[in-house]
Nanobody
């Protein structure tokens, strides 16, 4: 049974930082690309960042977080991370991690095979 469990969300003041974690089980994690997505209140799900599988995985970021976020992975621990700095109120959302077996699913949600349940991030002004 495949499970993706996000953690690290919470309430933070604008300007602060968070590191989200996504712990995977039931898959050979190193064979999957990882994406972080988010769904703000009353909006659809949007791509935040992604990292491909393989040594020295390629990364990509949405313009909204580029320059203030970092996605990384630790295949030995089956965990992926998303660090976001300089948080803004419009970063408020439920954050999801997803994995896909294609090398770079990127911003195409249908290319991800499994999704977590999400973790709430709320940024106060």
């Amino acid at each position: 049974q495949v499970q993706l469990v996000e953690s690290g969300g919470g309430l933070v003041q604008a300007g602060g930082s968070l590191r989200l974690s996504c712990t995977a089980s039931g898959i050979t994690f190193s064979n999957y690309a990882v994406g972080w997505w988010r769904q703000p209140p009353t909006k659809g799900r949007e791509f935040v960042a992604g990292i491909s599988w393989g040594i020295g995985g390629s990364t990509g970021y949405a313009d909204s977080v580029k320059g203030r976020s970092t996605i990384s992975r630790d295949n030995a621990k089956n965990v992926a991370y998303l660090q976001i700095n300089a948080l803004r109120p419009d970063d408020t959302a439920v954050y999801y991690c997803a994995v896909g077996q294609t090398h770079w699913p990127g911003e195409t949600a249908s290319r991800y095979d499994y999704w977590g349940q999400g973790t709430q991030v709320t940024v106060s002004s």
